[in-house]
């Protein structure tokens, strides 16, 4: 696996990536996440001969901050231009990057998208959480929350403790890896404050969730089944949306299907694409 420094839309970045043949797999991490989340599915890719790319999206991981503005605009303008610099690719998300992935696709007439595979995309919970989070935009209280006297070690055991709970499906064991990366997303309570003041910011740039998306090339929902974060319901929906996508619910699997079961994930990846290249 190599990691190195790119730029995308004017955006410097670190990418991990993979040698092999066929078309690039494009790997877009979720929210407060980054490139690292897909490892292990890297490592399987790998050993079945497949190239692929995972890039952090600007603000997360190694990744230069955002600009001042929208999120989505930025997210979706920095994942064009990797489809861009890699295409015809098949196109793989998480939550955020599903959401984002599933936009780049529906763009696409110029075949760079060969297929589409969103794992648990996040704009059609319509659950407590979604709805409160687009209600207001809680600026007092995450200025609270960023001030607040609480030791970082405290916030770094919290993030440790938060990501086995919500990020894995119950049952499997965090990756001590992984947990690394997710303190250094969220190292301190002004961290911590900033990561919900962008989520909120987002959730309420999509308020009714994608509107009119209609990808031409094969799409994959899949979900894991034991999310805390959002509900599969969320994906029947987006399934009955998408005439012709195929759902996967993963029984075991938690809102990061790629953390709990890599070479479950790849095993989809590789037939999607096994059949986004009959089409062609």
């Known amino acids: 696996m190599i990691e190195r420094t790119a730029e995308y839309a004017g955006v410097r970045t670190r990418?991990?990536?993979?040698?092999?043949?066929?078309d690039p797999i494009v790997l877009l991490h979720g929210y407060a996440d980054s490139a690292d989340t897909w490892r292990?599915?890297?490592?399987?890719?790998?050993?079945?001969g497949r190239s692929a790319v995972a890039v952090d999206l600007p603000g997360f991981g190694l990744a230069a901050p955002r600009e001042p503005g929208a999120l989505t605009a930025q997210f979706e303008e920095f994942a064009a231009a990797v489809v861009?610099?890699?295409?015809?690719?098949?196109l793989v998300g998480n939550s955020l990057g599903?959401?984002?992935?599933?936009?780049?696709?529906a763009r696409d007439r110029d075949g760079r998208v060969t297929a589409v595979?969103?794992?648990?995309?996040?704009?059609?919970?319509?659950?407590?959480?979604a709805r409160v989070c687009r209600w207001r935009e809680y600026t007092g209280l995450f200025d609270l929350i960023g001030a607040?006297?609480?030791s970082d070690r405290v916030v770094q055991w919290a993030v440790r403790k938060a990501v086995g709970v919500f990020i894995y499906g119950p049952g499997f064991v965090a990756d001590p890896a992984f947990l690394t990366t997710a303190v250094r997303s969220v190292p301190d309570m002004a961290a911590l404050a900033a990561r919900g003041r962008d989520a909120v910011r987002y959730a309420r740039e999509n308020p009714i969730g994608h509107g009119v998306v209609v990808p031409v090339c094969p799409v994959l929902i899949v979900h894991g089944a034991k999310d805390r974060v959002i509900p599969v319901r969320a994906a029947r929906e987006l399934h009955a949306l998408l005439p012709g996508s195929e759902l996967v619910v993963l029984p075991q699997a938690g809102h990061c299907p790629q953390l709990d079961q890599p070479d479950e994930v790849v095993r989809l990846i590789l037939e999607t694409?096994?059949?986004?290249?009959?089409?062609?």
């Open 15 to 22: 990418e991990l990536l993979v040698s092999g043949s066929g």
């Open 40 to 48: 292990g599915v890297l490592r399987a890719l790998a050993a079945a």
């Open 84 to 90: 861009r610099a890699h295409g015809p690719v098949v």
């Open 98 to 105: 599903a959401a984002t992935a599933l936009r780049i696709a």
């Open 117 to 129: 595979i969103c794992l648990d995309e996040p704009l059609l919970a319509r659950h407590w959480l």
């Open 148 to 150: 607040l006297p609480i």
């Open 273 to 280: 694409a096994q059949r986004a290249r009959r089409i062609a």
